[in-house]
């Protein structure tokens, strides 16, 4: 008789790997169990076969018989002992995590915004570090949050802890159904465009081919993020050191040709007759969105060795080799080509290789493609564990809180982000989306950080390891705020758009969690236990 998994229990929350199924199970578990037998013993041998020259062992174990479903092997890469995830997040892996998630294509392509704002070379330098002095504060901010609250989870969990459910549901909803799959499809159509730039020169990428790219690219970082969480970060490592490796390559040049005496471009560098007061704020604007992406160890919390050394530690550092690095690198810049031809450039890092290193800038875009690749790397590995907490606290399906039996990945949590992203690639004006909701981001970070400095006072005797002064947290706060007010004043129809949106949350949150007026097919045990043995993952023990 055929021997395939049967549903979970959830009574001592252990799967049962060898029940076999009796004739009187339904016809829908026998369809899931058909798939999964078939997934497991026919799809997946031949797949590792022909891909790794080996295959998925199947010979029987523990007393089993020829044609039993195998018991599953640890991965030798995960700890044994509970199903949960386990903490391998290092101070390495939480420095490659930030910078490999801040340094994206934007300092190689396009770092025009803040001079064409800016007005000067001189100013433009001092936004530059006026913004990284000031991601700095917010980073410290989350540096005490993330040590004082152990929870997964970045912005959502803060807000959730300050000022409850309904405020963080509809961050959670902005963030389900726009800003996280439309930012991942963004940073992920750069990717398939400049992995494909060198082989289509000097001819324009088609379409349809930056989309397969991308497609391919989507697909290999959710495999990597599904299959284990060590080699996700060791491929964040290396990532993190190709960005750096490919500033150094803009850096050196240009530095040593300053120091022969190139500083022609520096001569009235703080000319203010070109300034207007609208456009500085809109250049602090594109230099805080520049450094967006210090908040994403906060995302993986629980993952984090030693959280109370390890995430201050990580964010220090990471803010000062990312502001040292831009800084660096516009400086770069501006010592090969004059302010009129950085605005005329169409990307930057190109015209520069092509002035300094000539046939070189050919492998620009492999450079800009690994970058993308490493923000969309860390992007996935930090959305997924929002996810994973939100479904926790009961705001989205039970299923995506469940763990893999060996991998120890939050599988589901991983997966849920796939479709989401492909159909905003393949569907609709993304770009639009992304400016409707935008200044969201902002908005809600400041409300995390007023979290804090409210705590403060609510929660005068909460353990914290790591405490900054106010003055930090209330400056960036402010910051933030008046980013959204500035995203009110330059673009009210968009912001006005995506702020509705947003609102959308409030019904959304009474309807699905305060009344719980879900589908019904969302709420019946037997699709939690089909996805568990589709999915083979289980509750985290705790």
């Known amino acids: 008789m055929l021997v395939v998994p049967s549903a979970f229990q959830r009574v001592n929350r252990e799967p049962l790997w060898h029940a076999p199924i009796t004739l009187k199970l339904c016809l829908n578990q026998w369809v899931v169990c058909f798939c999964h037998y078939l997934v497991v013993n026919v799809c997946l041998p031949c797949v590792f076969t022909r891909v790794f020259g080996t295959g998925v062992n199947n010979t029987p174990q523990n007393g089993g018989h020829p044609g039993d479903t195998p018991v599953p092997k640890e991965d030798p890469d995960s700890p044994h002992g509970k199903v949960e995830l386990k903490k391998k997040v290092t101070l390495l892996r939480g420095i490659s995590i930030i910078i490999g998630t801040i340094i994206g ?41 993330g040590t004082s609250i152990k929870k997964s989870g970045g912005h959502y969990t803060y807000i959730l802890e300050a000022f409850g459910p309904q405020m963080a549901f509809i961050r959670l909803w902005a963030d389900i159904i726009a ?7 963004v940073i992920s159509l750069a990717f398939g465009q400049y992995i494909l730039e060198p082989i289509f020169m000097p001819c324009g990428v088609p379409e349809i081919a930056i989309k397969l790219a991308t497609s391919i690219g989507i697909t290999s970082v959710m495999y990597l993020n599904s299959m284990s969480t060590s080699w996700t970060n060791r491929i964040q490592i290396l990532l993190t050191f190709c960005k750096l490796l490919a500033v150094a390559t803009i850096i050196v040049p240009g530095l040593y040709m300053l120091f022969k005496g190139e500083t022609r471009n520096f001569e009235n560098a703080f000319d203010v007759s070109n300034i ?29 060795e030693n959280p109370e050394k390890t995430v201050p530690l990580a964010i220090c550092i990471s803010m000062a080799i990312v502001t040292s690095c831009y800084v660096l690198t516009n400086v770069a810049y501006y010592t090969v080509m004059s302010a009129e031809e950085l605005l005329a450039s169409q990307s930057v890092a190109v015209t520069f290789a092509e002035k300094t290193m000539g046939n070189f800038s050919v492998a620009v875009p492999v450079f800009v493609a690994l970058s993308c690749f490493g923000t969309m790397n860390g992007c996935l590995f930090a959305f997924s564990r929002m996810f994973y907490v939100a479904s926790r606290e009961g705001h989205l399906p039970e299923v995506l809180s469940m763990i893999h039996v060996r991998r120890h990945t939050p599988l589901a949590a991983v997966i849920i982000l796939y479709p989401m992203t492909v159909f905003q690639l393949f569907v609709g004006d993304i770009y639009s989306l992304l400016n409707f909701m935008s200044f969201l981001r902002w908005l809600f970070i400041g409300v995390a950080v007023l979290g804090l400095i ?63 007026r879900r589908p019904k097919w969302l709420q019946k045990n037997s699709f939690n236990r089909s996805v568990q043995i589709i999915l083979e993952v289980i509750p985290a023990e705790h």
């Not at 800003?179 to 499809?185: D, E, K, N, Q, V």
């Not at 400056?475 to 758009?497: A, E, H, K, Q, R």
């Open 105 to 145: 294509a934007g300092i190689f392509i396009s770092p025009k915004g803040i001079l064409k704002n800016s007005g000067s070379v001189g100013i433009s330098l001092v936004v530059w570090i006026a913004c990284g002095v000031l991601s700095l504060f917010g980073a410290l901010s989350y540096a005490e949050l």
């Open 179 to 185: 800003i996280r799959p439309a930012g991942l499809a």
């Open 276 to 304: 207007k007061l609208t456009g500085l704020p809109l250049a602090f604007y594109s230099g805080m969105y520049a450094y967006s992406g210090w908040f994403y160890l906060n995302f993986v919390t629980e993952e984090v």
């Open 454 to 516: 409210y705590m403060r006072y609510t929660r005068p005797d909460m353990p914290r390891p790591f405490k900054v002064p106010l003055f930090i947290p209330a400056i960036f706060s402010l910051t933030c705020f008046f980013m959204v007010f500035l995203s009110l004043y330059s673009d009210p129809v968009n912001t006005g758009i995506g702020f509705a949106i947003s609102l959308t949350g409030i019904p959304a949150y009474y309807i699905f969690i305060v009344f719980d």
